[in-house]
């Protein structure tokens, strides 16, 4: 199975911490919310799922 990261930029509050624990620079901000800006270079390693205080960004089975 494989996973895809998704976003809910309407619970994103721009705290911006998953953006500095990603270790392949994939995600910014863009009006003040997560976005998803190089999405060919995501490992899914999860990082960014683990710190995110608001639940605003996650890997999803499909």
């Given at each position: 199975?494989?996973?895809?990261?998704?976003?809910?930029?309407?619970?994103?509050?721009?705290?911006?911490?998953?953006v500095a624990f990603c270790p392949k620079q994939v995600l910014?901000?863009?009006?003040?919310?997560?976005?998803?800006?190089?999405?060919?270079?995501?490992?899914?390693?999860?990082?960014?799922e683990l710190r995110c205080p608001?639940?605003?960004?996650?890997?999803?089975?499909?």
């Amino acid at each position: 199975m494989s996973k895809i990261l998704v976003t809910k930029p309407e619970w994103c509050k721009g705290c911006n911490i998953c953006v500095a624990f990603c270790p392949k620079q994939v995600l910014g901000l863009e009006n003040d919310k997560i976005a998803i800006l190089r999405p060919e270079d995501c490992i899914k390693c999860g990082q960014c799922e683990l710190r995110c205080p608001d639940y605003a960004i996650y890997l999803e089975e499909v």
